[in-house]
């Protein structure tokens, strides 16, 4: 079946560093993926998302590339901010169907 | 934005007892809503999906005897946990799909705990 695999966590990092949350995906046929933010205290939100190769999604400074050849969407933001603490999660949605699969989520701290 | 409610946020209750915890789309029509279940430090595990109308699909491992689902208006969908035992105690997530947006958003969550 499918899933999906994300980089361990806890992640701290001071504020201005670059930034790389890594997920790999197994799945069959072409799934739509998605990269979701847990803030403290409130639902997941939609990062931002893909849904063919070789497309880029980008949001708030994120962007992740969709590569079928590596089977990745790997997260990245240039200078992350303090604002930026929260968990990480990348999912897929594969054949058509509207159910995600989530990887185990990455929290990420940024320390002033 | 497309906002999800859900009802309580907590709730502490005594092993055999029964929760109902409600998700609500506030702003939108979903006909289709989910229940997650997320174990601390773990994944979120999709439960079942919910269809406005019809029967709950439960993922293979859910007992629907257990987790009874009811998604009874467009913008109303219940999990009852029955007979709850402290094995059930976790994190418990909805979403609804708004498919305008193509997007599934989420509730904030409702965390379970059966003494």
């Known amino acids: 079946g499918n899933s999906v695999t994300q980089m361990e966590g806890p992640v701290t990092l001071s504020e201005e560093a670059f930034l790389t949350i890594n997920c790999t995906y197994t799945?069959?046929?072409?799934?739509?993926l998605f990269w979701y933010v847990q803030y403290p205290g409130e639902g997941l939100q939609l990062l931002l998302k893909?849904?063919?190769?070789?497309d880029k999604g980008s949001n708030k400074g994120f962007e992740a590339t969709y590569r079928k050849e590596t089977t990745s969407f790997h997260l990245e933001k240039g200078s992350v901010q303090v604002s930026d603490s929260a968990v990480y999660f990348c999912?897929?949605?594969?054949?058509?169907?509207?159910?995600?699969?989530f990887g185990q989520g990455t929290r990420l701290t940024i320390n002033p | 934005g497309a906002v999800v409610s859900q009802h309580p946020s907590w709730v502490i209750c005594k092993s055999g007892t029964s929760v109902k915890i409600e998700c609500r789309s506030l702003?939108?029509?979903?006909?289709?809503m989910f229940w997650y279940r997320q174990f601390p430090k773990q994944s979120l595990m999709l439960m079942a999906t919910s269809n406005e109308g019809s029967k709950a699909t439960y993922e293979q491992g859910v007992e629907k005897d257990k987790f009874l689902i009811n998604h009874a208006s467009l913008t109303l969908s219940t999990l009852t946990v029955t007979s709850a035992h402290p094995e059930d105690s976790s994190f418990y997530i909805c979403?609804?799909?708004?498919?305008?947006?193509?997007?599934?958003?989420f509730g904030p969550g409702t965390r379970l705990t059966v003494l």
């Open positions: 799945a069959t046929g072409y799934p739509s």
């Open positions: 893909a849904t063919k190769a070789d």
């Open positions: 999912a897929l949605s594969g054949g058509g169907a509207q159910k995600l699969v």
């Open positions: 979403s609804a799909w708004l498919a305008a947006y193509n997007e599934q958003f």
């Open positions: 702003d939108f029509q979903a006909t289709t």
